[in-house]
Nanobody
Framework: QVQLAESGGGLVQAGGSLRLSCAASGSIGSINVVGWHRQAPGKQRELVASIDSGDNTDYADSVKGRFTISRDNAKNTVYLQMNNLKPEDTAVYYC??????????WGQGTQVTVSS
């Protein structure tokens, strides 16, 4: 069982930056894949970024070059650095952990609002 707690969301103007943090209750060193999903009002959840145990990363096309996912196994924390934010990035962001190819564990989410 993994419990996740996100923090770092807030209100920012377009072009600004935020860094989201996800603290895991247990060791994430043994966790293979960690991701960040987001859900905007009236839209489906989408995978924004993921990172595996080898620090290989993957990003949605909409955030490539602007967002960076990273993990600190010693601190059991995963980060999402978001730069050059756009109004369309407004959403609730969720930290997620994959188990047997399923995004099984989810945090409670943190709101990110980007004003134009």
């Amino acid at each position: 069982q993994v419990q996740l707690a996100e923090s770092g969301g807030g209100l920012v103007q377009a072009g600004g930056s935020l860094r989201l943090s996800c603290a895991a209750s247990g060791s994430i060193g043994s966790i293979n894949v960690v991701g960040w999903h987001r859900q905007a009002p009236g839209k489906q959840r989408e995978l924004v970024a993921s990172i595996d145990s080898g620090d290989n990363t993957d990003y949605a096309d909409s955030v490539k070059g602007r967002f960076t996912i990273s993990r600190d196994n010693a601190k059991n924390t995963v980060y999402l650095q978001m730069n050059n934010l756009k109004p369309e990035d407004t959403a609730v962001y969720y930290c997620t952990v994959a188990d047997q190819a399923i995004w099984r564990y989810w945090g409670q989410g943190t709101q990110v609002t980007v004003s134009s």
